[in-house]
């Protein structure tokens, strides 16, 4: 039972147009929610997180919107980048909230074409 | 600062062997916390440890150890490598505290069973 979703292997986007990274999540009691991203032969980084007492959080490119009724997030990057072409993995703490114990997406492969 | 520090960043084994991978951070972080990547899955927990003398198991522990005798070194032991256990495994860190925080991934362990 996949607790939560990315629905899209990938995506492949022009640079300087937008990208939009989808997340589903099935389990009501996940109040938190982080995006990492990847690069080959790399660990996962720290993007971006949200809490679900806000529907969204900005960081400079990089926007989280959180649509808790429909258990749906999303990950926005304007404008996209060559360097932003990674691996983005959806992720939420299913313990009480605690980062110890985090619940990943399958991840999607974000290609941005120069 | 290192940040977390695995190593090897690869291996290759013989079905039946056994070995350590190692988990070292520097950022007297409570939590650790080990994952496997498979192709096309997300990140998936192994074992945990919320501080010295305290694992737990994670989504998939079957065929691997773990201890927590410092803050600071986490090691995962394979007992009896298997095909199965051919992966890429990362060593995740973060701090207790209140609110919530990110967790911090090392590079990685390839590792391959043969």
């Known amino acids: 039972d996949q607790q939560v979703k990315q629905n899209s292997p990938s995506l492949s986007v022009q640079e300087g147009r937008i990208s939009i990274l989808n997340c589903d999540y099935t389990?009501?009691?996940?109040?938190?929610f982080l995006w990492y991203k990847k690069y080959p032969a790399e660990g996962p980084t720290f993007l971006i997180s949200?809490?679900?007492?806000?529907d969204k959080n900005e960081d400079g490119r990089f926007t989280v919107f959180l649509n808790k009724s429909a258990k749906h997030l999303s990950l926005h990057i304007v404008p996209s980048q060559p360097g932003d072409s990674a691996v983005y993995f959806c992720?939420?703490?299913?313990?009480?909230?605690?980062?110890?114990?985090?619940?990943f997406g399958k991840g999607t492969l974000l290609t941005v074409n120069p | 600062n290192a940040g977390v520090t695995q190593t090897p960043k690869f291996q290759v084994l013989k079905t039946g062997q056994s070995m350590t991978l190692q988990c070292a951070q520097d950022?007297?972080?409570?939590?650790m916390s080990w994952y496997r990547q498979d192709p096309g899955m997300g990140l998936r927990l192994i074992h945990y440890?919320?501080?010295?003398?305290?694992?737990d198991q994670g989504e998939v522990p079957n065929g691997y150890n773990v201890s927590r005798s410092t803050t600071e070194d986490f090691p995962l032991r394979l007992l009896s490598a298997a095909p199965s256990q051919t992966s890429v495994y990362f060593c995740a860190s973060s701090y207790a505290g209140q609110g919530k925080t990110e967790a911090f991934f090392g590079q990685g362990t390839r590792l391959t069973v043969v």
């Open positions: 992720a939420a703490p299913n313990s009480g909230g605690s980062n110890y114990k985090l619940t």
């Open positions: 950022m007297n972080h409570e939590y």
């Open positions: 389990n009501s009691m996940f109040d938190y």
């Open positions: 949200i809490s679900s007492i806000k």
């Open positions: 440890s919320v501080g010295a003398g305290i694992t």
